[in-house]
T-cell receptor, first 112, second 115 residues
Framework: DAKTTQPPSMDCAEGRAANLPCNHS???????VYWYRQIHSQGPQYIIHGLKNNETNEMASLIITEDRKSSTLILPHATLRDTAVYYC?????????????FGAGTTVTVRA | KAGVTQTPRYLIKTRGQQVTLSCSPI?????VSWYQQTPGQGLQFLFE???????NKGNFPGRFSGRQFSNSRSEMNVSTLELGDSALYLC??????????????FGPGTRLTVL
């Protein structure tokens, strides 16, 4: 699976949008970009995933560049409860392979 | 719909002992994966089971093993515990679907402390 690079930490003001970057320059054509987050002492939580097109759900939006070498997770209106470690993961979209390779992630702190 | 449950939530063992952790996936999910999380190594994949068969395995020694039952419940076992096995052990279940159109649902984890 392709390696991802994320900033180690970032702060965000409550109510503002949080934009979390991820670089995955070695991504191949059949690899999807997944985002998970882990709130302290809990199991990781799925947020969103995409292949080529931008995606949006009730939690966030995922913007993938045209060359697919990077992506941005957008939390439109950050709340204090969004404080967590956010992981960007790239993996082959094969339903027989459920291995997730977590990196160090980005620690996001939302401040009041 | 009930989420992934793991038992016990906390466990204290001593070096040399063995331990069994249990995971009950979301109803209807047939894939169960196990992960180990430590401050130093982060989240690392242990293995994945589907229909009672191990399909994928991470880079862990043979002391770490698992199994899955016909009802998709899974157990993992660690024998001859070492201090470095102290970690949060997470279980995740998935409903296999179209390629890429799946997500893993994680349980709350079992916090294992080895003294």
């Amino acid at each position: 699976d392709a390696k991802t690079t994320q900033p180690p930490s970032m702060d965000c003001a409550e109510g503002r949008a949080a934009n979390l970057p991820c670089n995955h320059s070695t991504i191949s054509g059949n690899e999807y970009v997944y985002w998970y987050r882990q709130i302290h002492s809990q199991g990781p939580q799925y947020i969103i995933h995409g292949l080529k097109n931008n995606e949006t759900n009730e939690m966030a939006s995922l913007i993938i560049t045209e060359d697919r070498k990077s992506s941005t997770l957008i939390l439109p209106h950050a709340t204090l409860r969004d404080t967590a470690v956010y992981y960007c993961i790239v993996r082959v979209g094969d339903s027989n392979d459920y291995k997730l390779s977590f990196g160090a992630g980005t620690t996001v702190t939302v401040r009041a | 719909k009930a989420g992934v449950t793991q038992t016990p939530r906390y466990l204290i063992k001593t070096r040399g002992q063995q331990v069994t952790l249990s995971c009950s996936p979301i109803s209807g999910h047939r894939s169960v994966s196990w992960y180990q999380q430590t401050p130093g190594q982060g989240l690392q994949f242990l293995f994945e089971y589907f229909s009672e068969t191990q399909r994928n395995k991470g880079n862990f020694p043979g002391r770490f093993s698992g199994r899955q039952f016909s009802n998709s419940r899974s157990e993992m076992n660690v024998s001859t515990l070492e201090l470095g096995d102290s970690a949060l052990y997470l279980c995740a279940s998935s409903l296999p679907g179209l390629a890429g159109k799946d997500e893993q649902f994680f349980g709350p984890g079992t916090r294992l402390t080895v003294l």
